[in-house]
């Protein structure tokens, strides 16, 4: 008898707070049938650019991924600039590629994993889990269904 192989997905995505000077990712994991298995909801202290706090979450998430080394295939962002950089590997001198490119060191351990654009829509559960972490003080890390609040 063959045993399933599990695919796993991580969403991922931000939420800013300008006014209080924070922002926010959450990390989400669920598997082929869209049960919730992990997640990360984690707070930051200060204002970034969208795009900055985004590939911050990214370089966290896979971090994470390589860390516990969960079998994960699939990373889901919803900002396209950063999934057509990172799978062009189209970079410019600026501050945000130097992040990327660490990104792309770190996906360099893990060949399997492919990073695709979601639309926003599709994205929901991982940006209410972002904007949720704007109210917290420290990293929430979680393991299963979702915590209730």
Known sequence: MLCRRILYRFYIDVALDHH???????IVVVDDLDRVKVGIDKPCVGSAPTVIAE??????????IQLLHLPVDVLKIDCKTIVDKL???NW??????????????LLSFSPNLKVVHVYRD???????????GLGLDNELVWNGPLPSM
């Open 87 to 89: 799978n062009s590997c």
């Open 55 to 64: 590939v911050k979450a990214i370089h966290h998430a896979v971090q994470w």
């Open 20 to 26: 209080s000077k924070k922002h926010s990712y959450g």
């Open 122 to 132: 599709s994205n929901q559960l991982a940006h209410k889990i972002a904007k949720l």
């Open 92 to 105: 410019n001198a600026s501050p945000l590629d130097d992040i990327l490119i660490s990104i792309k060191h």
